[in-house]
C-alpha cells in the first residue's frame, strides 16, 4: 500500500519538478509561433484548448496500453512499480515531450520525418515504411478484437462481421473528417472516463483495504511463474511498454503538436499526458497484484486464462465497481481500441501526406491517401495474427529507441543538456537488443550470452554516435 501511493506521489512530483527541468532544458517559448498560427486548415490543423488536448492526447496513447501491459508487468511483482515510475519520469514523459515538441518546432511533421532530418535519409525511408505498417496493423488489430467482443455482448444477435464494417466505418471518418468534427468531441469524454474507471479502481483497493504487495527488500526478485523463461532484464521493460516508455507515442504526437497554440502548453499535454498513462499502469498493476490475493495467484490466474487480460479487467471492473464498473469494463475492452485503432490510421494518413509532400485540406486528396491504407487494414483483417502481433510489443519498443536516438542527436546539435534523453536511448538500446536474443519470438538464446551480444550492439551503436557527433562538431568548426 505504502510503495502503492508513495509511486503515485512520485509521478506527480516527477511531472512537477523533472518535466520543468525537461522544458527549461528544451528552452519552449511562449513567443514562439506554433504551427496552428501560421498553417491552420480546418482538418489537421485546427486549434484547440490545452485541456481538450490533453484529454486527446491522453487517450491517444493511452488506450488498451497501460491496462493490459500493466496486468501483465505484474506477473514479474512489484518490481513493476519501479519500471512504471523511472521509466515514465525519465524515459516515457522525456520522449513524448521532446518528440512532441519538436514536432511543434517543425511545423508538426511526422515522426519519420523527423528521424529522417537528423539520422540520415536512410533511416528515414526504413521510418516511412515502419511505421506506416505499424499503424495499419494496429489498426486492423483493433477492428476485430472489439468486433468480438460487441458481437459477444449482443449474444450474437449482430455478428462479428456486421460490428467490424460499422467499427471500419467510424475508422474511415475519424480519419478523414477534420480532427474536430469526432476525434475532438468524443476523445476528451472517453479519456475522461478512462481516468475516472482507473481512480474508481484505486479508491476502492484502498476503501476495501486490498493487499498492495510492497516494494521491500524480500519482494525484490522475479515472481514471473515462468522466471527462467522471463527474466526481469529485459523482458519486463518490454512488456509493460504504455506507462512507462511506448514508441507509438511518437507517432500520435505530431497531430496535437499541429493543434497546439503555445509551446509552453507542451508540458502539460506532452509531459502531462504520459504521467497520467503512468498513473493509471500504477493503478492496474497494483490491481492485478492484489485483487486475486497476490502475485502468485495472479499468475495461476492468467496462465488459467492463456494470457487474457480482457477477463481480469472485466472481473476487476465489476467487482469493484458494481454496475458502473460493468460499463466502464466496456469502455476499457472496446472503446479504447478503437480509438487506438482510428488515431493509428489517422497517423499513417499524415505520414503518407508528409512523404508524399500532398495538401489535406481538400477531402479528395485525404480519401486519395487513404484508400490504400484501409484496403490493407481491412485484408490484414482476415488474417491470423498470432505470431505477427507476438513482434509488435518489441517492435514498439525499437521505435521508441530510434526516436531517443534521433533526439540525442537534435539535443547535441542544438547545444542543449543531451544526456536527459542519451541515457534512456542507451537503456533502451540495450533492452530491445537482448530482448530479441531472449525472446520466444526471437534467437531464444542462453541468457548470459543474450546479454553479452546486447551489451556489445549497445556499445557499438555508442561508438558509433560519439564518433558521427565528433565529425560534426570538427565540420562545424571548419
Given amino acids: 500500500m505504502i510503495t502503492f501511493i508513495l509511486s ?28 496552428v498560427h501560421r498553417l491552420e486548415d480546418g482538418v489537421d490543423y485546427v486549434p484547440m484548448s490545452w485541456w481538450r488536448i490533453f484529454l486527446i492526447q491522453f487517450l491517444n496513447i493511452a488506450g488498451l496500453g497501460p491496462i493490459f501491459g500493466a496486468i ?36 508538426g511533421i511526422s515522426a519519420p520525418e523527423i528521424v529522417g532530418k537528423y539520422l540520415g ?6 521510418m516511412r515504411g515502419f511505421t506506416i505498417a505499424l499503424m495499419v496493423l494496429v489498426g486492423a488489430v483493433f477492428i476485430m478484437g472489439p468486433a468480438q467482443i460487441l458481437s459477444d455482448l449482443t449474444n450474437g444477435f449482430v455478428t ?13 471518418l475519424a480519419t478523414l473528417l477534420p480532427i474536430d468534427k469526432i476525434i475532438g468531441k468524443i476523445y476528451p469524454v472517453f479519456g475522461v472516463a478512462l481516468l475516472f474507471m482507473a481512480f474508481g479502481i484505486s479508491g476502492s483497493l484502498l476503501w476495501n483495504g486490498y493487499h498492495i504487495p510492497e516494494l521491500i527488500p524480500s519482494n525484490i526478485y522475479n515472481m ?12 519486463l521493460f518490454v512488456t509493460i511498454a ?23 502548453l507542451g508540458r502539460r499535454v506532452f509531459y502531462g499526458a504520459m504521467v497520467a498513462e503512468g498513473i493509471v499502469a500504477l493503478i492496474w498493476a497494483a490491481a492485478a497484484m492484489s485483487f486475486f490475493g497476490g502475485v502468485d495467484q495472479l499468475n495461476a490466474e492468467m496462465a488459467a486464462n492463456k494470457g487474457n487480460a480482457t477477463l481480469v479487467v472485466n472481473l476487476v471492473s465489476n467487482t469493484l465497481l458494481g454496475k458502473v464498473g460493468a460499463i466502464l469494463a466496456i469502455l476499457g475492452v472496446v472503446a479504447a481500441p478503437i480509438t487506438t485503432g482510428d488515431t493509428a490510421f489517422r497517423s499513417a494518413r499524415l505520414i503518407l501526406a508528409d512523404f508524399l509532400k500532398i495538401p489535406q485540406i481538400k477531402i479528395m ?24 502481433w507476438r513482434y509488435m510489443a518489441w517492435s514498439n519498443q525499437v521505435l521508441a529507441t530510434i526516436m531517443l536516438w534521433t533526439l540525442s542527436v ?19 538500446t540495450a533492452v530491445v537488443s537482448t530482448y530479441i536474443m531472449i525472446a520466444p519470438e526471437g534467437f531464444t538464446m542462453n541468457h548470459q550470452a543474450a546479454y553479452i551480444i546486447g551489451g556489445f550492439i549497445t556499445l557499438l551503436i555508442c561508438v558509433f554516435f560519439v564518433i558521427r557527433m565528433n565529425r560534426k562538431s570538427e565540420g562545424i568548426k571548419n
Avoid at 535519409?121 to 526504413?126: A, E, L, R
Avoid at 504504455?242 to 509552453?264: D, L, V, W, Y
Avoid at 547545444?415 to 533502451?428: C, D, Q, R, S
Fill in 160 to 172: 462479428v462481421t456486421i460490428w467490424a464494417v460499422i467499427i471500419f466505418i467510424y475508422y474511415v
Fill in 410 to 428: 537534435y539535443m547535441y546539435k542544438a547545444g542543449k543538456f543531451y544526456w536527459i534523453v542519451l541515457l534512456p536511448a542507451i537503456f533502451m
Fill in 72 to 107: 501483465a508487468g505484474a506477473m514479474w511483482g512489484p518490481v513493476a512499480f519501479l519500471w512504471i515510475v523511472f521509466g515514465c519520469i525519465f524515459g516515457g514523459a522525456v520522449h513524448d515531450y521532446l518528440s512532441g515538441m519538436l514536432s511543434v518546432r517543425m511545423d
Fill in 242 to 264: 504504455c506507462g512507462a516508455i511506448s514508441g507509438f507515442h511518437s507517432t500520435q504526437s505530431p497531430m496535437m503538436a499541429r493543434c497546439i497554440a503555445n509551446e509552453k
Fill in 224 to 235: 514471473n511463474a515462468n522466471a527462467d523463461k522471463f527474466p526481469i532484464i529485459p523482458m
Fill in 365 to 388: 486528396k485525404r480519401i486519395y491517401i487513404s484508400v490504400p491504407l484501409f484496403l490493407v487494414g481491412f485484408l490484414l483483417t482476415q488474417i491470423d495474427f498470432g505470431i505477427i
Fill in 8 to 35: 503515485i506521489v512520485a509521478l506527480i512530483v516527477g511531472y512537477a519538478v523533472y518535466g520543468r527541468i525537461v522544458e527549461k532544458i528544451f528552452g519552449a517559448d511562449n513567443k514562439r509561433i506554433t504551427p
Fill in 121 to 126: 535519409k536512410n533511416f528515414m525511408i526504413f
